[in-house]
């Protein structure tokens, strides 16, 4: 607050730079520690011994994330730590002020004289401030936040956005018009198809402008590639396929022949049709049954289920836990909990909402995430998990006390395949298992009952 009110800054003021960057990282030095491990430790575990921890992390953070983006220190401090250390509070705001910040300075043509020891040459400063927008919106995106992170893609595309702009742009579609079909605004599905192309068409010029002397140091990677090209999975053929595909499953026929006829797509509403589609879809994507024995799992919705199916798996040494949520919901509406064998359904706001469902949580899935005797495994799961402590509980303490048996499978994937550090689950899952995941039901109501 000081420097702001007096308006000291790294170009005004570039003595200051490297005082602020010691001081940031002194405040933070617990959670930028923990940024680098593949363990995820609670808030609460960092600081045991103060009782409003908390609280007093909160503050901390806030303080130091403010003075960076007013001060600037980014000779000697990289952003990108101090965004994931904003997005674990949820400071999105913040994140990206921090963002602004660190690239507004690497590219100030003010040339400003640095005090102190530099780490990140002006290059190397632009590089960091790109890999800190892209790491924020990537995460707002394995969020499922698809309209924060379309938002920010767009808002900061000249700074790190581009390379996420047309997938974040493509994943609002999808969840917009999961939406809409569900509440019968069908108008609405070809303003999301037209969003999608501008964006496409945005990229593609201008990296044609990039190839003819710009000067842009983003990055698409295979992903991203893919999506601009003419291929199947390009992002306006998947677009089109989602709207009538969503169209069909709501016995909206009419308005799916339409549209097919609108963008020139062969539709034909007929059992033989739909089966041979679905087949392709089974071909190309990862199932159920290549990995798991058995049907899919009921939904859990009453203590003593949970209990029982909790029982079957107790044993296994490694389980895998997914969450899954809708964007304008808190907390999470459905956790997938996985054994060596078998997959349980937990809905959480069914249980969380009695005292009964809560003490069969914490007993079960609650006991093991907190153990040192197992290994449980998320990928990328921090917003997982942050949605699982923000689900409603009717009881006094949670259900989810503590995450130390959690690692991020992301990060070990990355380690030892650097290739994969930017790659989605989907692709990650192509590469080690031969297929992609479909994430088009990533977009579903997973509030809605049953």
Known sequence: HFAKAFKINHEQDPQYSELAANAIRYSLRHDLEDSTSTTLVDPAEIMST?????EMKKQRVSSALALA???GPWPMLSPVPLIDIA???????TAEQVCVSSYKAATSKVEVPIVGAIQFNKEERLEEAIKATEALIYTAMDARLFRLADNMATKLYEQGGQSKYVEARLYHAFDTITKVVHKRQLPIIERQVDRVDKSVEKVKSDLAKDEGGGNNKQVLDETQVLLLSDETDSARKQIRRFALNKLTEAGEAAAAHRLAAIYDMEYVYDEKTILEAAAERRRRYLQWEEC???????VLSEPQELRIA???IRNDAVFGIDAE?????TGAGLFQFSGRNEVLLIDIPALSSTEEGVKALSETVGALMNSSEATVVGFSPRQDLSRLRASKCVSNDHWLSGTRAVVDAQRIAGEKEPK??????????????GKPLDKAEQCSMWSSRP
């Open 50 to 54: 103060i009782a409003n921890a908390e």
């Open 69 to 71: 983006s007013q001060m």
């Open 87 to 93: 997005i674990e509070l949820d400071y999105w705001h």
């Open 292 to 298: 798991l024995n058995g049907g899919i799992p009921n």
């Open 310 to 312: 909790f029982d079957r």
């Open 325 to 329: 949520w809708d964007e304008e919901t």
């Open 420 to 433: 994969l550090r930017k790659l989605g689950l989907a692709r990650v899952c192509q590469h080690y298992l």
